[in-house]
Structure formats: structure tokens, C-alpha cells
């Protein structure tokens, strides 16, 4: 996988008085974008053999160049430009300081973007985007057109005509179940309890864990475990039938975003007990800290979560392998999801046509790999190139076979000279033909070989048992079998887990290319660990995993997520609480021991000065006496 993190450094946006449609400097008609963006979170080029930066494809193709021809400019340049925080973009909005065609936000602050009407609605003057339309994923694409962001004088505004997905993923329990500082705990039994949001606030590991200095993420974790007998009433409801999946996921949506002062108030004395239990609040270190072991659990958004293990796994970042987990709660957590809004600004049309082109472009599967694969972040986008991307990464028989992305891999047949294919099938213990177990594997730089001439032998490494390492050609028989319908007793990290994305995938691949619904979209892999549990009849969600689940979680995983709303006038009691809970860091048992540590230098002091003044009396008093 190649999935780090990259920072950069990007000039600010500077911009003259007016609407910026052509540019300042050389006085060239050129049509200026303007996008705003989160650090990190589009494709660059890292190498001068690599493909030139996301906004610079954009830029020269073919499609953008003969549009700009066409309303009479010499080009199109993207102004480009990042900020930290979505709070920060919104204040410059209320402001007016913001001039930007495009802006990516999290979900709740294009609801509170959209509710105040600082944005404008998409496809309008005939403009549309094909390729989110054709490719963005359905179920998490209905789920974000479904957000409301009423406004005062119309009530039912969603984002659907407002927002493009971007990235979305889940909030939850990233850990290391080794970690030396659990004072040596089974790492089975770590695994274990950190399926339940309940484990952040188990005294056994005090002192281990970090959550985020983020109001809104940590005060869902707090509204998590605060209501979580009721979280799990409507769970047993779900599970036994009385509640439809439609009243599941809208009470669990309405658990989850309450915000009254009341709620508020109660969620409080979560966070506080909480704050007894933890290493600290934290910005981005965490996902650091963990690989570091300055902590052994981390409250992690998805993303951040597949960097920490990437980097655990990467020698050449770290001395000793980190093999870390991620557990979305058995009980539910958050499902966000980054989006693009337009501002409401002064703009062309044509401005506006090129915005909607450039979210195309972001829109098409091949430019989604491409930054899914430099951020790390799971693309809203489906298709087949996000397909082919993921089998890659994660599918065990991917490993099995992979040479080269442009390779294909090929069993030859002595006694009929045929040459074959190697294709998903043959891993499946249903399809596997063990009449070809002698066949010998091969793979070609050719498209289609003719003879075995064409073939190269498939060499892998084996030990003799004796220590030495030697190459041996691969057989068809050597194709780790999997099945599809295999029993996968709990708890076994050596046990594959048959893993259905069709959910994700659904009417997004191409009909004429070379994946198949329901075929391909399965996935096997041990990033997908099959932890869960089984209480008599009823089979438990599964909870915990590594890179795969992290990235694409069931589709039961899903339903047991939510997304946060804007809190609107409530905010208040949500700013104060979080301020409150701040503003003492230092949990109850330092502020005590600290307040003994004080008290004893002050008595210390006092008796010192006491004791000074007394003897200078004593010394006087012997002098007058004298």
C-alpha cells in the first residue's frame, strides 16, 4: 500500500477587488477557480516521473482546454488554497473574507453553511456532474442527500442540492492491544473490550488513552456511552424484529444528536469521569503517539487511523512492527462524511460551469484512486478503478497471484499446451479445479500470450526446513482456497472473513468492463478480522479490524452509524460545556495530589517564616532582658 500522510506548503490566495476572473500578473484572459480545501487531502506530486498534481491534470485536459477555448480565454488555473478548521472557514464566511467557487467542510458545517444561506445550490444553468451521478457510492451518497439544513422560510432544504461528496469513514477505537503500559493484559482481552466505548472509561486503562481536542467528536463519544442503554434497547428491538431498519436508524439518529441543555448537562458528567481516565486531549499527534507508544488507544477518525497502522507496519518508519486495530463500537458511532459547497460569492457563469466541472473531474474513478490512494481516505466514489485499487490492497488472493498491476498471471497445462487464466474463482473451493494442482504459474507482458515462449515463471520463496531459503516455481495448487460459506470460529486473526461490498459498489461498475456485482465486490482478507460475538441465537455486529474495515466496513457496521448534525441554537450550551470541560485539564486525582503537594510547600513556607519570626522574638526578648 502506498498511503502516507503528506504535508505541503501552499502559498495563500491572494486576490484583487474584483470577482477574479482573469489574473493579475501577466494580463492574460486566463478564467480563474477558486478552492479551498483541508491539508493533505488532494492528490500531488511527489516525484518528477509521477503524474503532475490533481488541480494541474485538471487544468490541461482535454476537456477543460477546449471548454476555455470556447468562451474565449487563453486557459483556466485553479487558485488552490488549505485551511485547518471548518470553524475557521466559516467565520471568514460570515465575515465576507472567503471568495471561493469551491469548499470542502464536514458535514454538519455544510448543514450550518447551507441553514444560513451562505451557499448556493448546485446544477443550476443547466450545469451537472456526470460522474458523481454515475459513480458515488449509493448508500452513502442517499444517506448524505437526506441531511436536512432548514432554512427559516423553507423548511425541507437538503444538502443533496447543495453538497458532492468528497471522503467519508466512521469515528472510532484505534489501539494497540500490546501496548506495554496495559500492564500485561491479553491481547485477546484488549480486543474484547474495546468493542464497547465503555473500555474509555474502564479504570484498567487509565492513563493510556487520547480523544480528540475536538467539541463535536468528543462530545458524541460522551452522548455515546451517556445513552448507551438506550443505544442498545433499540438495538435488541432491531435485532428481534420489532423495529423496521428505517425506525432503527432514526431513533439511533436521535439519540445520538441530542443536544438540549438537559442532554448536555448529562453528558457532562460523562466527559469528566472520562477525563479521570485519560492520557490527554490531542489535535493529529495521536495518530503518532500511538505508533510512538506514548499511548495504547486512540479515539481516531478512519482515516487517521489506516496512517497510524500503515506507518506501524512501515520498518523504515519504525524500529519495531506496530500491529494496531480499529473497533467501530458494537453500539454505534459516527458516520462522516467531507463535501464540497459553493459558496455564496460573487462568481461568473462561467466560473460557475468550471466548478462544476472540476467536481466532475474529482468524480471520476480514475482521479478518485488517485487521491484515495495519496490521503489514505476513503472516496465517496465507487466504480471500477476504486475496485481494482482495493482488491489490490486488500484481497488475500490478490497477494497470492500479484506480480504487476499490468501482469497478468497464467497456469499452463503440459498435455493439452493451453494456456489459462488465473482469475477470483480459482481461490473459491467451489470453483477451484483440483485437476490443475500440478499446473505450474506463469505470468506475461504480454496482452495476450500465444505459446508458453511468451510466459515467465512464477517464482516464490520457500524454506527447506532447514534454514535455507530457496526459489521455487508456484503450482495452481499453492492458490490459498477460501470459501465463501466457511464457518469462521471467533477470534481467529488466521481465519478469513468472506467480506460483501456490493453495498458500496452497487450500479457503479461498468457493465462491458471486468468486474461483476456481487462476484468481484466480494472481498477475503485478514484486514477484516471476524470478531464478534454470539449470544445464543444472535449473531453480534462485527466490530473490530485492521486497514480494510477502517476503509470499508460492512454494511452492518453502517447502519449502526450516524451522522452529526448542527446543533443550531443549542450550539450554546455545547460551546459552554466544552469550554468548562477544558478549561481544568487535569483530571480530578492530579488536581488532588497536586493540591497536596501545594499544600505541603505552603506549610513548609509558613513554617519557616513562623519559625524565623519566633526565634527573632525569642532573640529580642533575651536582648531586652539582659
Not at 482573469?22 to 477558486?34: I, K, P, Q, W
Not at 484498567?204 to 452522548?223: E, F, H, P, Q, W
Not at 448537562?265 to 479521570?276: F, G, Q, R, T, Y
Not at 504480454?446 to 526446513?465: F, H, K, N, W
Amino acid at each position: 500500500m502506498n498511503k502516507k500522510l503528506k504535508w505541503f506548503a501552499i502559498a495563500p490566495l491572494i486576490f484583487a477587488a474584483s470577482s477574479g476572473l482573469t489574473s493579475c500578473s501577466s494580463g492574460d484572459n486566463v478564467l480563474l477557480l477558486r478552492v479551498i480545501n483541508s491539508e493533505d487531502y488532494i492528490y500531488l506530486q511527489e516525484d518528477p516521473s509521477d503524474p503532475e498534481d490533481m488541480v494541474v491534470q485538471f487544468e490541461k485536459s482535454e476537456e477543460v482546454q477546449a471548454f476555455a477555448k470556447a468562451k474565449g480565454y487563453s486557459g483556466v488555473k485553479v487558485i488552490y488554497d488549505t485551511s485547518d478548521t471548518n470553524e475557521t472557514l466559516y467565520s471568514e464566511l460570515q465575515t465576507g473574507k472567503s471568495l471561493y467557487d469551491l469548499m470542502n467542510v464536514s458535514d454538519y458545517m455544510a448543514q450550518k453553511i447551507v441553514s444560513g444561506k451562505m451557499a448556493v445550490p448546485l446544477y443550476q444553468n443547466g450545469c451537472e456532474i456526470p460522474n458523481y451521478e454515475d459513480y458515488a457510492s449509493g448508500s452513502v451518497k442517499n444517506t448524505l442527500d437526506a441531511i436536512k439544513a432548514p432554512q427559516f422560510e423553507n423548511p425541507d432544504v437538503y444538502l443533496a442540492d447543495y453538497a458532492v461528496g468528497y471522503m467519508w469513514g466512521t469515528l472510532g477505537i484505534l489501539f494497540n492491544p500490546s501496548y506495554p503500559g496495559f500492564n500485561g493484559l491479553d491481547p485477546e482481552e484488549v480486543i474484547e473490550d474495546m468493542q464497547s466505548l465503555e473500555a474509555l472509561w474502564n479504570p484498567k486503562y487509565k492513563g493510556t488513552i487520547s480523544v480528540k481536542n475536538s467539541m463535536r467528536d468528543t462530545y458524541a463519544l460522551g452522548v455515546l456511552y451517556t445513552y448507551r442503554d438506550e443505544f442498545q434497547d433499540i438495538q435488541d428491538k432491531y435485532n428481534a424484529g420489532t423495529l423496521t431498519l428505517e425506525e432503527y436508524r432514526n431513533k439511533f439518529a436521535e439519540i445520538f444528536n441530542r443536544c438540549d441543555e438537559k442532554s448536555v448537562n448529562e453528558v457532562k458528567v460523562s466527559l469528566d469521569a472520562l477525563k479521570e481516565n485519560v492520557f490527554g486531549l490531542e489535535v493529529d499527534s495521536g495518530k503518532q503517539d500511538i505508533i510512538t507508544k506514548k499511548i495504547g488507544v486512540n479515539f481516531a477518525w478512519s482515516g487517521d487511523a489506516v496512517y497510524s497502522m500503515d506507518q506501524g507496519e512501515d520498518l523504515t518508519q519504525v524500529s519495531e512492527e506496530v500491529e494496531l486495530y480499529y473497533s467501530v463500537p458494537e453500539l454505534g458511532s459516527n458516520l462522516w462524511m467531507d463535501v464540497w459547497v459553493m459558496p455564496n460569492c460573487a462568481r461568473s457563469d462561467d466560473q460557475y460551469e468550471l466548478a462544476h466541472m472540476f467536481l466532475n473531474f474529482l468524480s471520476d474513478p480514475v482521479n478518485a484512486a488517485q487521491n484515495m490512494n495519496y490521503t489514505g481516505y476513503t472516496s465517496f466514489v465507487a466504480g471500477d478503478s476504486i475496485l481494482e485499487l482495493v482488491r489490490d490492497w486488500y484481497d488475500i488472493r490478490t497477494e497470492e497471484i500479484y506480480v504487476d498491476e499490468e501482469f497478468q498471471v497464467y497456469s499452463y497445462n503440459e498435455v493439452s499446451e493451453e494456456i489459462i487464466a488465473i482469475d477470483y474463482p480459482d481461490f473459491i473451493s467451489g470453483t477451484h479445479d483440483a485437476s490443475r494442482d500440478d499446473e505450474l504459474l506463469y505470468y506475461s507482458e504480454e496482452e495476450e500470450p500465444a505459446s508458453i515462449d511468451d510466459l515467465l515463471p512464477l517464482m516464490i520463496e520457500e524454506e527447506d526446513g532447514e534454514g535455507n531459503i530457496n526459489e521455487v516455481q508456484k503450482k495452481y495448487s499453492d492458490l490459498s482456497i477460501v470459501d465463501e460459506l466457511a464457518a469462521l470460529p471467533n477470534g481467529d486473526p488466521d481465519k478469513l472473513e468472506a467480506v460483501d461490498l456490493s453495498y458500496f459498489f452497487e450500479n457503479t461498475l461498468d457493465p462491458a468492463g471486468d468486474y461483476e456485482q456481487g462476484v468481484d465486490t466480494i472481498f477475503y482478507s485478514d484486514c477484516y478480522l471476524p470478531y464478534s460475538h454470539q449470544e445464543g441465537d444472535v449473531h453480534q455486529n462485527i466490530s473490530v479490524g485492521r486497514q480494510f474495515f477502517c476503509q470499508y466496513p460492512d454494511e452492518a457496521t453502517i447502519v449502526r452509524c450516524a451522522v452529526m448534525r448542527d446543533y443550531g441554537e443549542n450550539n450554546k450550551y455545547v460551546m459552554k460545556m466544552w469550554e468548562n470541560f477544558k478549561s481544568n485539564p487535569l483530571p480530578v486525582w492530579a488536581i488532588i495530589l497536586f493540591s497536596i503537594i501545594l499544600a505541603g510547600i505552603v506549610g513548609i513556607v509558613i513554617y519557616f517564616v513562623v519559625n524565623s519570626s519566633l526565634k527573632k522574638s525569642i532573640h529580642k526578648k533575651r536582648i531586652e532582658n539582659k
